[in-house]
Structure formats: structure tokens, C-alpha cells
């Protein structure tokens, strides 16, 4: 995104030439002034209509107390230039014709001076709180699930303005799930496979609102201690931790991804905030279908 900045006309006159190395003969001069921020890039472009022959000239620092004589840092024909990393500061334009036979070229030009519109960030702080969730009320349990996504936030020294902006870049790093059961140990969740396992779910992009949504729609119904990693890089470095702990009582047959019946269980109790996804299947319940298949021709073998 790309803001346009406005010029003030400073005056339009005639000048036969200017101090410069480029070798342009112009004159039949309009000069514009800005004032620049500290370590700004823009983008200047001077677009002359057909039949003008224009340039473009930048000036800046104490010499431009006198512009008749002052030496512009840039002096080319008329097109689109980067100002990068200036100084804070007063700049001036000089938009010119170049001089063809024994006359300055004249016409109508547009310019433009533009600013990367950026987050403005300096040391972002990725803000995640742990959340415990229990399931005594499952309404009340899937809305903690969300309160607990939403409420991560980017803080620290950046422009407030645009901290929505920012915290579109920060992504899931990793899910470190350790069960209830005793003695069990930590592992790190293959994301990308469970997401392959919800039907519908699209691809897992590590997102703050994917991983929302696979709590949603299965996580939540496997108890235990869920440590999630988020990290940003663009437009600065930063990471943080959020635990979510899910109670025992929110396991169950929701937590079964092998019977049509334990699904059906599963879906009452999905809130309607994330109704855009189907329910929990896929290859889990297909497995679990074979392994019953098997077991069942293997105790009629043993029958006849």
C-alpha cells in the first residue's frame, strides 16, 4: 500500500540552467517543496504528457537556501525515482524543459511523491496469555478457545495505528502436547498431518486462525497441556509461548475419531463461530472402519 503526499508549489519561473554534472540544458522551471521523516524512502514520479520534454531535479541541505545556484543531488529526465533513506528535513523539486532548437520545452506534467505505508515497527512483543480450559459448560469451554486466540496481540515499540497490520505476520511455530496420563511426555504436534485429517480444513498455513479452528474442532477434546510457539520475522523478530491446558473432562467419546457416533457427539458441541468447517474425519475414521472390518472377518474365520 502506497500513500500519496502532497507538494507545495513554491514558484514558476524562468531559469536558464541549473549547477549540475548531468549535462541537461532546461529551464522554463516549477519548483515544489516537501519535508521529509527521518530515514523515509519515497518514490518520485514526474510524468510530462506527449510533446514535453521535462526533467526532474531533488535538492537538499543548506545550499538550497539559494536554488539558483545550488548543486541538486539528483538531475535526470522526468520518470519514476526512488529518494531512498532521507534525511529528516526540507527537500525542493524542480520539474524543467529541456531546451530543443533555441527554446525551452513546455507542457503539462502530473507528479507524484509517494511513501511506503509500513508497520513502523521497532521492537514488537508478541502478547499470548496461557488459558485453562475446562469443560463443564461446553459452550463456555469453546468460547474461552477463542477468547484465548483472539487475545493474542503485538505490543511493544511500534506505531499503534497499525499493530492489527503487524499481527498478521506473526504465524505458529509449533504445538508441544504432553497427555494427562501419567508418566506421558511431551511431543510436537504434525500440524500440518492433523489438519490433513479434517475434512475440508484446506491446507494448514500456521495461522492464528487456522490453529484457532483446529482447536475447535479437535484438540479441544484431547485433554492435556498444549504449549504453543508463535514467532514473527517481518517486519522484526519476536516470539512468545502461550500454554492452553484442556481439562480431563473434555475428553470422551468427542475426543474418538474412529465411529461415525463419537463425530456426531463431536459436532454439538462445535460452536456455530465456526461452522465453515465440516466435522472431524477423514483418514482417521476410514482407519478406524478397517481396523473393525478386520477384526470382525478375523472372529468369523475363527467361528466357521
Same mark, same amino acid.
Not at 146 to 171: P, W
Not at 235 to 257: D, F, H, R, W
Not at 271 to 276: C, G, H, K, N, R
Given at each position: 500500500?502506497?500513500?500519496?503526499?502532497?507538494?507545495?508549489?513554491?514558484?514558476?519561473?524562468?531559469?536558464?540552467?541549473?549547477?549540475? #554534472?548531468?549535462?541537461?540544458?532546461?529551464?522554463? #522551471?516549477?519548483?515544489?517543496?516537501?519535508?521529509?521523516?527521518?530515514?523515509?524512502?519515497?518514490?518520485?514520479?514526474?510524468?510530462?504528457? !506527449?510533446?514535453?520534454?521535462?526533467?526532474?531535479?531533488?535538492?537538499?541541505?543548506? !545550499?538550497?537556501?539559494?536554488?539558483?545556484?545550488?548543486?541538486?543531488? $539528483?538531475?535526470?529526465?522526468?520518470?519514476?525515482?526512488?529518494?531512498?533513506?532521507?534525511?529528516?528535513?526540507?527537500?525542493?523539486?524542480?520539474?524543467?524543459?529541456?531546451?530543443?532548437?533555441?527554446?525551452?520545452?513546455?507542457?503539462?506534467?502530473? =507528479?507524484?511523491?509517494?511513501?511506503?505505508?509500513?508497520?513502523?515497527?521497532?521492537?514488537?512483543?508478541?502478547?499470548?496469555?496461557?488459558?485453562?480450559? %475446562?469443560? #463443564?459448560?461446553?459452550?463456555?469451554?469453546?468460547?474461552?478457545?477463542?477468547?484465548?486466540?483472539?487475545?493474542?496481540?503485538?505490543?511493544?515499540?511500534?506505531?499503534?495505528?497499525?499493530?492489527?497490520?503487524?499481527?498478521?505476520?506473526?504465524?505458529?511455530?509449533? $504445538? %508441544?502436547?504432553?497427555?494427562?496420563?501419567?508418566?506421558?511426555?511431551?511431543?510436537?504436534?504434525?500440524?500440518?498431518?492433523?489438519?490433513?485429517? =479434517?475434512?475440508?480444513?484446506?491446507?494448514?498455513?500456521?495461522?492464528?486462525?487456522?490453529?484457532?479452528?483446529?482447536?475447535?474442532?479437535?484438540?479441544?477434546?484431547?485433554?492435556? #497441556?498444549?504449549?504453543?510457539?508463535?514467532?514473527?520475522?517481518?517486519?522484526?523478530?519476536?516470539?512468545?509461548?502461550?500454554? $492452553?491446558?484442556?481439562?480431563?473432562?473434555?475428553?470422551?467419546?468427542?475426543?474418538?475419531?474412529?465411529?461415525?457416533?463419537?463425530?456426531?457427539?463431536?459436532?454439538?458441541?462445535?460452536?456455530?463461530?465456526?461452522?465453515?468447517?465440516?466435522?472431524? $474425519?477423514?483418514?482417521?475414521?476410514?482407519?478406524?472402519?478397517?481396523?473393525?472390518?478386520?477384526?470382525?472377518?478375523?472372529?468369523?474365520?475363527?467361528?466357521?
Amino acid at each position: 500500500m502506497r500513500m500519496t503526499m502532497k507538494l507545495a508549489v513554491v514558484a514558476a519561473v524562468f531559469v536558464a540552467g541549473i549547477a549540475s #554534472d548531468q549535462g541537461l540544458d532546461d529551464g522554463a #522551471d516549477v519548483w515544489y517543496k516537501f519535508n521529509a521523516a527521518a530515514n523515509t524512502s519515497y518514490t518520485l514520479k514526474v510524468a510530462p504528457e !506527449s510533446g514535453f520534454a521535462a526533467t526532474m531535479a531533488l535538492f537538499s541541505g543548506a !545550499s538550497v537556501g539559494n536554488l539558483a545556484t545550488a548543486v541538486p543531488s $539528483i538531475h535526470e529526465v522526468a520518470g519514476t525515482k526512488t529518494l531512498a533513506s532521507l534525511a529528516a528535513g526540507e527537500y525542493y523539486v524542480r520539474v524543467a524543459g529541456l531546451k530543443q532548437g533555441a527554446a525551452y520545452s513546455e507542457g503539462a506534467f502530473n =507528479i507524484e511523491l509517494s511513501a511506503p505505508v509500513a508497520p513502523c515497527v521497532v521492537a514488537p512483543v508478541i502478547n499470548a496469555a496461557d488459558a485453562s480450559i %475446562a469443560c #463443564d459448560d461446553f459452550a463456555a469451554a469453546q468460547d474461552d478457545v477463542k477468547a484465548a486466540f483472539e487475545g493474542v496481540s503485538v505490543g511493544g515499540e511500534l506505531c499503534t495505528a497499525n499493530a492489527a497490520d503487524v499481527l498478521k505476520n506473526v504465524r505458529v511455530k509449533q $504445538i %508441544a502436547y504432553t497427555s494427562l496420563k501419567k508418566g506421558a511426555t511431551q511431543e510436537v504436534l504434525n500440524l500440518t498431518e492433523i489438519a490433513g485429517k =479434517i475434512k475440508d480444513f484446506g491446507e494448514y498455513d500456521n495461522s492464528i486462525a487456522k490453529t484457532q479452528k483446529m482447536f475447535h474442532y479437535y484438540l479441544i477434546f484431547k485433554p492435556g #497441556d498444549y504449549v504453543i510457539t508463535y514467532e514473527m520475522s517481518d517486519p522484526a523478530a519476536a516470539t512468545a509461548e502461550q500454554v $492452553i491446558s484442556v481439562a480431563k473432562n473434555c475428553g470422551g467419546c468427542m475426543g474418538c475419531l474412529g465411529c461415525d457416533s463419537c463425530a456426531g457427539c463431536r459436532d454439538s458441541r462445535i460452536p456455530d463461530y465456526a461452522d465453515q468447517l465440516k466435522r472431524v $474425519i477423514g483418514d482417521w475414521l476410514l482407519v478406524g472402519l478397517s481396523i473393525l472390518v478386520a477384526m470382525s472377518w478375523s472372529a468369523m474365520r475363527k467361528t466357521f
